[in-house]
């Protein structure tokens, strides 16, 4: 609300829609807006990189994740939906990206589906994953772009990103004690805060039972177009 992403009579509809989709696909809210906040900034419907627009980046092409939604050829029109119009969007690609039949759902699964669906195949924490391209300095082994992305290295850098993007807010929110993941140290789990300030998620730490921070959980079923 502060940034002018979502107006104040929105926030309890995107607050409830975010933990709806939660639920279905039964990832955590507060892993949503650890990815959000590396794809747009914390839910900036209009978001893009010229090619990629909206909240979780819909990118062109075919196979893409604007294809994915009925969006081929018309990607930048996202860009001009609310973010609750753009949760239905993301509702229809986790589905159409086989999300629901994963299981619960790690941080690390929820970022690769929004980025590239295919590369959950690799279950290893240390291997690297088939990612075209680089993307941001931060989710690469040692920082380095030249370097693999990883799982561990997806990890980290999602929660240094949140970290250094957050500061003080996660400060607050340790303060009020966060919900933790198995393996992930209390200051890590403090930074996995939301842009929409005052928004404490509904506790879904029972989907981690078994799980560690990278999500190994068995290889998901095939079928998931490249988002981009």
């Given at each position: 609300?502060?940034?002018?992403?979502?107006?104040?009579?929105?926030?309890p509809?995107?607050?409830?829609?975010?933990?709806?989709?939660?639920?279905?696909?039964?990832?955590?809210?507060?892993?949503?807006?650890?990815?959000?906040?590396?794809?747009?900034?914390?839910?900036?419907?209009?978001?893009?990189?010229?090619?990629?627009?909206?909240?979780?980046?819909?990118?062109?092409?075919?196979?893409?994740?604007?294809?994915?939604?009925?969006?081929?050829?018309r990607?930048?029109?996202?860009?001009?939906?609310?973010?609750?119009?753009?949760?239905?969007?993301?509702?229809?690609?986790?589905?159409?990206?086989?999300?629901?039949?994963?299981?619960?759902?790690?941080?690390?699964?929820?970022?690769?589906?929004?980025?590239?669906?295919?590369?959950?195949?690799?279950?290893?924490?240390?291997?690297?994953?088939?990612?075209?391209?680089?993307?941001?300095?931060?989710?690469?082994?040692?920082?380095?772009?030249?370097?693999?992305?990883?799982?561990?290295?997806?990890?980290?850098?999602?929660?240094?990103h949140?970290?250094?993007?957050?500061?003080?807010?996660?400060?607050?929110?340790?303060?009020?004690?966060?919900?933790?993941?198995?393996?992930?140290?209390?200051?890590?789990?403090?930074?996995?805060v939301t842009?929409?300030?005052?928004?404490?998620?509904?506790?879904?730490?029972?989907?981690?039972?078994?799980?560690?921070?990278?999500?190994?959980?068995?290889?998901?079923?095939?079928?998931?177009?490249?988002?981009?």
């Amino acid at each position: 609300m502060d940034r002018g992403y979502i107006e104040a009579k929105e926030r309890p509809a995107v607050r409830d829609r975010i933990v709806e989709l939660g639920r279905k696909y039964r990832f955590s809210p507060d892993d949503f807006a650890t990815v959000s906040l590396m794809e747009s900034d914390g839910l900036n419907p209009r978001a893009t990189n010229g090619r990629c627009h909206g909240i979780i980046q819909f990118c062109e092409g075919g196979g893409s994740g604007a294809a994915s939604v009925g969006m081929q050829g018309r990607a930048q029109e996202i860009g001009k939906q609310s973010v609750l119009e753009q949760l239905n969007l993301v509702d229809r690609y986790f589905e159409d990206t086989g999300l629901r039949e994963m299981g619960p759902v790690s941080l690390v699964d929820l970022y690769l589906t929004i980025l590239t669906p295919a590369a959950r195949s690799e279950r290893r924490p240390n291997a690297a994953l088939d990612i075209a391209g680089s993307q941001a300095r931060v989710l690469h082994d040692q920082g380095d772009r030249t370097s693999p992305m990883t799982r561990n290295s997806i990890f980290a850098g999602l929660q240094s990103h949140a970290s250094q993007r957050l500061g003080a807010v996660g400060g607050q929110f340790a303060a009020v004690g966060a919900p933790a993941s198995p393996g992930l140290a209390p200051s890590a789990a403090a930074a996995r805060v939301t842009a929409m300030r005052g928004w404490h998620p509904n506790n879904f730490n029972q989907r981690l039972a078994g799980l560690d921070s990278t999500g190994v959980l068995p290889p998901p079923l095939p079928r998931a177009p490249r988002q981009g």
